[in-house]
């Protein structure tokens, strides 16, 4: 959402990249040969584990964009209580009908949640809750220029 | 043998939504659909995680639930705080939480217009896939696309202003708001309230004039009968923030009126099917399933008796005009998110002339007071409650939450049941066929990151299966 926040900075933007794979296009299998992928969210499902493996072996550059991705954050909070906790309080206790936790059809929930250089190799860190949309376009600049950002004085964890 | 002729169509992920999600086809033996099921994919916890935490961390913790409405989980967990501190907030506290909500609608509602859904309903339902998302609208008609971005932005910036940032802004508190509005900020809002006022009226005239060439989806997109819930005013008049919960029926009568929130327990019940991490609320005198309701946009025009403002009233009127009942093709939820824009920006203009709304009274301290709290208001998608529990030193002890989309689960399934039997020939599948299911999902606007509590960006995928559950085909978009 934080990306959407450059506003009419995003039509400049898509003149000069293509969105291939986003919740905001209709492509349903990630590409091959990616430049840059944004990803954000911490790694929780066996889904989730899958597609990131998916997404490094095809994007040149991944950038792991906001708390939830560079450090677990409040997705890792459930980590103490355990996956099991967590489903038994929404599945078992808060329901009035066929309590039970969902199993079919659905992704696994990991024991643990991660973030996501946990998983695979990650080129560059942002961090905030969330970015800003200025960091996340100086980024973009950057990388799309050839060089490394320097995020030391644009952005920090829970920024 | 037969089980060969049994077919299952997988659509996943499930695009321009926000969230993950697949949708599963299933097929009879001549390829007819019979059964659809919209499986939600994530889940966080946060009704587990959040105890032991202190109360006061309730509302900046619980808007981490979404990237979208953080405000309004900022203004019912607030408000579910308020009850635990019991006090009666003040009155320009009140009146600024409601700019702020009222801010993020706008916001909300023009991303789910412009930025998921006007591909869908400027290029066509089987318009190329690579070209069904803004920067498609953009190419062909620039106007349309700016005024999405541009309505988007006022929202934002009026959060920006008040919160201090775009996104989950800390400002919203228990017992009221961290800082009054300054007057600079007043004037700079106000400024900017006659242009969006016309995007929202040529975006209606807009959308009036090509939901003619809808009229087979209008006619099958969730149009069937159920309940409408959603909170109104003491005098039956729309309100995001506060009121008693109203519930219509299809023909329009109201059933309940006047529902206390904090006792929701006692008519919603919620339903745990075995496939999908979104449970299914239901009215619980109604029972499952007849008790099937919608909440959000299409709703609140069925429930409420008027905006209260006056161009919002207009287009009310004339919605009301489409039918005489309740109005109950979900394809419509389009229509009444673009009447709720008008009213938004009329409504915050109102309150941002009210000579207290630059008082510096704007919060009320107090120790916890109340074991219990439930805070409840309607967020862009329909209601939403939080539900709290505290301990002696005010550390959570239990939560519940019941998100806006989850309440639309039951009408989300049979809406693309429905849509699918129409539409979908297993024999000879199409793109747009699939798009169609799911261009219904996004006239519900369904955030799935809230709705299970799940967070990040949730791809949807369609699977179409076989009855003996086979998978008969994936359709896969050309990337």
């Known amino acids: 959402m934080s990306f959407l926040d450059m506003d009419e900075a995003l039509i400049a933007l898509a003149e000069k990249v293509d969105l291939v794979y986003s919740p905001l296009v209709d492509t349903k299998t990630f590409p091959d040969d990616v430049d840059i992928t944004l990803v954000e969210g911490a790694v929780s499902s066996e889904e989730d584990l899958h597609k990131i493996l998916t997404i490094r072996a095809r994007t040149k550059t991944l950038v792991s964009l906001g708390d939830c991705a560079v450090t677990s954050n409040v997705p890792g909070m459930r980590n103490p209580f355990g996956a099991k906790a967590v489903c038994d309080r929404a599945y078992r206790e808060n329901t009035t009908l066929d309590a039970g936790t969902p199993d079919q059809d659905i992704p696994k929930l990991l024991d643990r949640v991660r973030p996501v250089h946990e998983a695979v190799h990650v080129d560059v860190f942002i961090p905030g809750c969330p970015p800003s949309?200025?960091?996340?376009?100086?980024?973009?600049?950057?990388?799309?220029?050839?060089?490394?950002?320097?995020l030391s004085s644009k952005t920090r964890f829970g920024a | 043998m037969e089980e060969a002729t049994r077919k299952t169509i997988v659509i996943d992920p499930v695009t321009r939504i926000e969230g993950h999600a697949k949708i599963t086809l299933h097929l009879n033996e001549d390829g007819r659909v019979e059964d659809a099921r919209f499986h939600v994919t994530q889940f966080r916890g946060f009704e587990k995680f959040c105890e032991g935490r202190p109360f006061s961390e309730m509302p900046a913790l619980m808007a981490r639930i979404c990237g979208i409405c953080p405000v309004s989980h900022l203004i019912a967990s607030a408000k579910a705080c308020d009850a635990l501190l019991a006090v009666r907030i003040p009155p320009t506290a009140d009146k600024l939480r409601r700019i702020f909500g009222l801010a993020q609608v706008v916001q909300s509602h023009a991303l789910s217009f412009f930025y998921l859904s006007s591909p869908d309903l400027l290029l066509g339902m089987d318009a190329d896939p690579a070209k069904t998302s803004l920067f498609g609208v953009l190419a062909e008609k620039q106007e349309l696309a700016r005024d999405g971005i541009r309505l988007r932005q006022f929202g934002q910036q009026i959060i920006e202003r008040l919160g201090g940032k775009r996104i989950h802004p800390a400002w919203v508190v228990p017992g009221g708001v961290s800082e009054p509005l300054s007057q600079l900020n007043r004037d700079a809002i106000l400024a900017g309230i006659p242009e969006v006022l016309k995007i929202a009226e040529r975006t209606l005239e807009w959308f009036k004039s090509v939901v003619e060439r809808f009229r087979e989806e209008v006619a099958t997109f969730g149009n069937f009968p159920t309940l409408f819930l959603g909170i109104v005013k003491k005098d039956g008049g729309l309100t995001f923030y506060d009121g008693g919960i109203r519930i219509v029926n299809a023909a329009g009568d109201v059933v309940a009126n006047g529902l206390d929130p904090a006792d929701y327990q006692q008519y919603i019940g919620e339903k745990v099917e075995s496939w999908t991490y979104l449970k299914s609320p239901y009215y619980m005198p109604t029972g499952y399933p007849e008790g099937i309701y919608r909440v959000g946009p299409l709703a609140r025009m069925n429930v409420a008796d008027r905006c209260g403002t006056p161009r919002a009233d207009q287009e009310l009127a004339e919605f009301h005009e489409l039918q005489r009942t309740a109005v109950l093709s979900s394809f419509h939820y389009h229509h009444a998110r673009l009447i709720e824009i008008l009213y938004c920006v009329e409504r915050m203009e109102q309150l941002l002339?009210?000579?207290?709304?630059?008082?510096?009274?704007?919060?009320?301290?107090a120790r916890p007071n109340s074991p219990e709290g439930v805070g409840c208001c309607e967020a862009p998608r329909g209601t939403l409650f939080h539900h709290y529990k505290i301990d002696e030193q005010g550390l959570i002890r239990w939560a519940?939450?019941?998100?806006?989309?989850?309440?639309?689960?039951?009408?989300?399934?049979?809406?693309?049941?429905?849509?699918?039997?129409?539409f979908v020939r297993g024999e000879r599948l199409t793109p747009g066929m699939l798009n169609r299911v799911e261009a219904l999902i996004r006239a519900y606007d369904p955030c799935l990151s809230c709705s299970t509590h799940a967070?990040?960006?949730?791809?949807?995928?369609v699977e179409l299966h076989s009855p003996s559950g086979e998978i008969l085909d994936e359709v896969r978009r050309p990337c």
């Open chain 2, 353 to 365: 002339n009210d000579p207290e709304i630059l008082s510096k009274h704007v919060r009320a301290f």
């Open chain 2, 455 to 461: 967070w990040g960006e949730m791809p949807l995928v």
């Open chain 2, 400 to 422: 519940n939450l019941i998100i806006a989309t989850g309440h639309n689960n039951m009408a989300m399934n049979r809406g693309i049941l429905q849509v699918a039997k129409h």
């Open chain 1, 133 to 150: 949309a200025d960091t996340i376009a100086y980024v973009l600049t950057e990388l799309l220029e050839g060089r490394q950002p320097d």
